[in-house]
């Protein structure tokens, strides 16, 4: 009689619709809210191929403080990748600039080397795993480690990035230290700063307090 707990199994999965480990395939419905297990289906009448495409993987304005742009196709930019564990970027670098510090606390993220050269590392508290990258070098940064890119050569750097979500997430350690208005007392209190550097930060990032 182990027929039954089976047939309830498999009745069970065809009428749950909503994520993608019981589906072929789940492409987010954008307009429904997120959850902590990506999107919501959209219904299967309404998907296109034009959903599973990506289109517009160039180059980005590295005209900003950072001197440096990151083009993403992530789930929101693309949303045939929802429940699929997987996404992608393209990262430019302008020379001189650079992708400050910064974990993904949803994703491991791998770099593959175009053009150019990025001086790039992850670390703990007693370690430095760090490398200057050449196109054809990929490196990985694993999930949640805080890490950075450098343009260390001449000209424009290119890299293309590989993550294991489809929503990877993002902290930068200066955006949440210095744009917004936790006060300068507490960050200082807190970083080992001093108070004049972190309002000298707080401006260049357009924190207040
Ligand atoms: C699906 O398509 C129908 C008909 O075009 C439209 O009314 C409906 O809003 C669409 N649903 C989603 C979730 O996109
Ligand atoms: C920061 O701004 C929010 C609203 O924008 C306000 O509620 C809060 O009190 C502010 N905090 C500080 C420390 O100024």
Redesign the pocket.
């Given at each position: 009689m182990k027929i039954f707990p089976t047939l309830f199994l498999i009745t069970f999965l065809s009428f749950s619709t909503s994520y993608a480990s019981v589906n072929d395939f789940c492409v987010a419905?954008l307009?429904?809210p997120d959850t902590p297990s990506g999107y919501h289906c959209?219904?299967l009448?309404?998907i296109t191929s034009d959903d599973f495409v990506f289109h517009g993987f160039v180059a980005g304005d590295t005209k900003n403080s950072f001197n440096a742009a990151l083009s993403s196709a992530f789930v929101t930019d693309f949303p045939g990748l929802n429940g699929l564990g997987i996404s992608a970027a393209r990262l430019d670098i302008a020379e001189g600039g650079s992708i400050p510090m910064h974990t993904h606390p949803g994703a491991t993220e791998l770099l593959i080397m175009v053009q150019g050269e990025i001086t790039a590392g992850f670390f703990t508290t007693s370690a430095v795993f760090s490398k200057t990258l050449k196109p054809g070098d990929l490196m990985v940064f694993p999930q949640g480690m805080l890490h950075f890119q450098v343009n260390s050569g001449k000209g424009q750097a290119t890299a293309f990035l590989a993550f294991s979500s489809a929503n990877p997430g993002a902290q930068l350690l200066d955006l949440l230290l210095f744009s917004n208005n936790l006060s300068s007392e507490i960050v200082a209190q807190t970083t080992f700063l001093d108070f004049a550097q972190v309002k000298k930060l707080k401006a260049r990032f357009g924190g207040r307090g």
């Amino acid at each position: 009689m182990k027929i039954f707990p089976t047939l309830f199994l498999i009745t069970f999965l065809s009428f749950s619709t909503s994520y993608a480990s019981v589906n072929d395939f789940c492409v987010a419905d954008l307009k429904a809210p997120d959850t902590p297990s990506g999107y919501h289906c959209k219904p299967l009448a309404n998907i296109t191929s034009d959903d599973f495409v990506f289109h517009g993987f160039v180059a980005g304005d590295t005209k900003n403080s950072f001197n440096a742009a990151l083009s993403s196709a992530f789930v929101t930019d693309f949303p045939g990748l929802n429940g699929l564990g997987i996404s992608a970027a393209r990262l430019d670098i302008a020379e001189g600039g650079s992708i400050p510090m910064h974990t993904h606390p949803g994703a491991t993220e791998l770099l593959i080397m175009v053009q150019g050269e990025i001086t790039a590392g992850f670390f703990t508290t007693s370690a430095v795993f760090s490398k200057t990258l050449k196109p054809g070098d990929l490196m990985v940064f694993p999930q949640g480690m805080l890490h950075f890119q450098v343009n260390s050569g001449k000209g424009q750097a290119t890299a293309f990035l590989a993550f294991s979500s489809a929503n990877p997430g993002a902290q930068l350690l200066d955006l949440l230290l210095f744009s917004n208005n936790l006060s300068s007392e507490i960050v200082a209190q807190t970083t080992f700063l001093d108070f004049a550097q972190v309002k000298k930060l707080k401006a260049r990032f357009g924190g207040r307090g």
